[in-house]
């Protein structure tokens, strides 16, 4: 039999992120995701057009976890 998994997505909006680093919040909700028994998997970056201005800036990070599903 082959391993089942189960998924969370967790959304991260940009404007809780500072010159001086990321939120000491988010560091906690990673480390119950991980007691838990949560794997990050992979990351995404939503991106938003600067309108008049050329190019890009990020508005929130989408985090991929993965765990074993309980049978």
Partial sequence: MHQRWEYRIVHFR???F???GI???L???FDEYGAEGWELVSTESMLSHLGFF????TI???AFFKRP???
Avoid: E, F, M, V
Wanted: no cysteine; glycine share 4%.
């Fill in 14 to 16: 940009t404007d809780q």
């Fill in 18 to 20: 500072t010159s001086t």
């Fill in 23 to 25: 939120p000491s919040d």
């Fill in 27 to 29: 560091n906690q909700h």
């Fill in 54 to 57: 050329p190019g890009t800036r």
């Fill in 60 to 62: 929130a990070i989408i």
């Fill in 69 to 71: 599903l309980a049978t």
